[in-house]
Nanobody
Framework: QVHLVESGGGLVQPGGSLRLSCAGS????????MAWYRQAPGKQRELVAN???????NYADSVKGRFTTSRERPKNEVYLQMNSLKPDDTAVYYCAATPPLTNVPAFWGQGTQVTVSS
């Protein structure tokens, strides 16, 4: 059975940092595009960042220069380093895995809450 499990969320003050982790099991995601999405209350889920099978990264304009995604293949994990956090970054963050040659995630994590507040 395939699982993605996010961790690292929590409460942080504006300007602070958090590092989210997503651990995969049941399948190796080394050639998958791994993405981070977020959904704030009353808003649609949006793509925050992704890293392709070739390790090319892409970011939403709202997080460019503040967030960095990376992967560690031996651990089957991906990460989202979030710096200079703002209240608008408050959301549930989800990890998703998209198989090669497709553009729709096949697997999703359960999400982790990130709250940015003083």
């Amino acid at each position: 059975q395939v699982h993605l499990v996010e961790s690292g969320g929590g409460l942080v003050q504006p300007g602070g940092s958090l590092r989210l982790s997503c651990a995969g099991s049941g399948i190796f995601f080394s050639i998958y595009t791994m993405a981070w999405y977020r959904q704030a209350p009353g808003k649609q889920r949006e793509l925050v960042a992704n890293i392709t099978g070739g390790d090319r990264t892409n970011y939403a304009d709202s997080v460019k220069g503040r967030f960095t995604t990376s992967r560690e293949r031996p651990k089957n994990e991906v990460y989202l380093q979030m710096n200079s956090l703002k209240p608008d970054d408050t959301a549930v963050y989800y990890c998703a895995a998209t198989p090669p040659l497709t553009n729709v995630p096949a697997f999703w994590g359960q999400g982790t809450q990130v709250t940015v507040s003083s």
